[in-house]
């Protein structure tokens, strides 16, 4: 950056000076709120009102933001998640002190898991309340922002309405800095309601800060993967995330090396590539072709719980990790840990790595493909399977997924073909319940002119029906699948084969279908059979639509026990 950076900002006319000298009268804290995020570029903000953060709401009809407003705040959360993640920008969330701020905490550690870019602005009660004294305001915590701190990115306080611009600036450029994350802002309800004879906010700049590779590591890296043998990678969400999935099959082609991605990066490596392990994570056959690897490049993946198949994994390789998060490098493998942005540091990597011919890779690829779904044949699980190719089927290429915590979900983690990268989601950072909908939502208020899928199971569904009224007061192009088998499926499972018998799965639940209709959203009752036809239906509709389908799924058998 040059040192006369400050010297380019542009000049203001004498029009602009007139303006900023008699700002409009009737502007509050809220205005100073939405004027900034404008501003930084946002159009759409995801919320839900209170009392103490009125002046913020008021300020909306001042403005050109567009506003969706959920029923639940943790679901707006979920919303402004999926909005962040398909469009790669900061996706505000205006929440109300207290009971509405805590309520949207599982929706950020979903965010914070999932590295997506939410800006959450929260209310506080009145400035002469804060600092911990028991004043007995409505909505009071101790300290409201300590619930938050270690989970978001970054806390930003404001106590003045003159630290509101520079607090949303700042939090803006952390969400944004890779890895992408939630981030908190808080202003007390009377700075939000004050009178301000501030100027307008116009030119506001918070550029990201960017991650670059070391070049001393990129060169060991490229030396290591250009005189490899069995070079094989594990592409991440981070390649999804940085737009890497280019760059990504560029180097594996130029190398050689089979790629599987994780359930976080379903979509960065082409499904019917020659060198793709598609997604078998949870299957010992891959996971003995990984640790096989004389040198093992993964990308973008903190290789956690799920991506190392249940911890089994050890490679035998060296490891080289390119990861924007700094706290997952070597978290769990020891390695060459890069820290840098997924899409930087591939670039440099391409560049650097000498062309390596190994015309063994693609059948070595198609052993272990054959001897994975060998092993799922032979377990009989033709339902599932079918239901995922049915879904494939209805569903457009470009159309985005969201994918809630249910055995469909598991089955597609590992089964589905997402045929562009960024188009399928679900809430496995967290694993928390309820993500699809909501999310498949805030989907659709990034981009109306595709349908977008949200798919459930029955428990799950429960924690999002109110968001029925949401897709159907802004009319949102979302179709939402709800595998209904009367209860926690999986967790069935897991007691049932851990116990012997269940506690606690077995659920009633309502007529789904009456009630869809009920909120003004057409519905129908599918079947295995008529599932393609059903969804492809629903799809070429305009507005939400609920598709029901009363199936028992079960799970493959794990390897990793």
Not at 117 to 126: M, Y
Request: aromatic fraction near 6%.
């Amino acid at each position: 950056m040059s040192h006369d950076h400050h010297d380019e900002r542009p000049e203001l006319t004498p029009e602009q000076i007139a303006a900023v000298l008699n700002p409009p009268p009737g502007r509050n804290g809220g205005d100073l709120v939405v004027e900034t995020l404008q501003g930084l570029g946002a159009t759409t903000v995801f919320g839900l009102p209170g009392q103490h953060a009125l002046g913020m709401f008021d300020a909306l009809r001042r403005s050109s933001l567009g506003y969706v407003g959920l029923r639940v705040e943790n679901n707006a959360g979920f919303a402004a998640d999926a909005y962040g993640r398909v469009t790669g920008e900061v996706a505000p969330l205006l929440l109300s002190t207290g009971p509405g701020a805590l309520t949207s905490l599982a929706a950020l550690q979903e965010a914070a898991a999932a590295s997506a870019p939410v800006l959450a602005i929260s209310s506080q009660i009145p400035s002469a309340g804060l600092g911990g004294g028991r004043h007995g305001y409505l909505h009071e915590l101790r300290d409201q922002k300590a619930s938050f701190r270690d989970i978001v990115k970054s806390v930003h306080t404001v106590r003045t309405a003159s630290q509101i611009p520079s607090a949303i600036a700042a939090a803006w450029e952390s969400a944004l800095t890779a890895p992408h994350g939630p981030v908190w802002v808080e202003i007390p309800q009377d700075v939000l309601l004050a009178e301000t004879t501030l100027p307008v906010v116009t030119a506001m700049d918070a550029t990201p800060r960017e991650v670059h590779a070391r070049p001393e590591l990129i060169a060991v890296a490229a030396h290591l993967l250009s005189n490899a043998e069995r070079p094989a990678i594990i592409a991440g969400g981070g390649v999804v995330r940085s737009d890497a999935s280019g760059k990504l099959r560029a180097l594996a082609e130029k190398i050689s090396a089979p790629v599987v991605t994780t359930f976080g990066g379903k979509g960065a490596f082409p499904w019917e590539h020659p060198l793709s392990l598609q997604s078998w994570l949870e299957d010992r056959h891959t996971t003995d072709f990984l640790e096989d690897a004389d040198v093992l490049l993964v990308v973008g993946s903190g290789l956690g719980e799920l991506s190392s198949n249940y911890c089994t994994f050890a490679p035998r390789g060296r490891v080289v990790q390119i990861e924007a998060d700094a706290g997952k490098l070597e978290s769990n493998h020891p390695a060459l840990g890069i820290h840098a942005d997924a899409r930087d540091a591939l670039a440099e990597l391409l560049e650097a790595v000498t062309p390596r011919e190994d015309p063994t890779a693609a059948e070595r690829v198609r052993e272990v493909l054959g001897r994975v779904r060998d092993r799922i044949d032979a377990q009989e699980r033709t339902l599932e399977q079918h239901l995922l190719g049915e879904i494939r089927a209805a569903l457009p290429d470009t159309s985005p997924s969201f994918w809630d915590m249910t055995i469909l979900a598991y089955w597609a983690w590992s089964a589905f073909d997402a045929r562009h990268p960024n188009t399928m989601h679900s809430a496995q950072g967290a694993g928390g319940l309820g993500y699809g909908f909501p999310a498949a939502i805030g989907a659709a208020a990034a981009d109306r002119t595709k349908p977008v899928l949200a798919v459930s199971g029955d428990g799950g569904a429960m924690y999002s029906l109110a968001e029925l009224a949401t897709a159907r007061q802004y009319d949102l192009p979302v179709t939402w699948l709800i595998v209904d088998d009367g209860g926690y499926g999986i967790l069935r499972e897991y007691m049932t084969d851990a116990f012997g018998e269940t506690t606690g799965t077995e659920l009633s639940r309502p007529d789904f279908v009456a009630l869809a209709e009920s909120f003004g959203v057409p519905a129908v009752r599918t079947s295995p059979e008529t599932l393609a036809a059903d969804l492809a239906k629903s799809f070429a509709q305009p507005g939400p639509s609920v598709v029901v389908l009363p199936a028992l799924l079960r799970m493959f058998e794990p390897t990793h026990l």
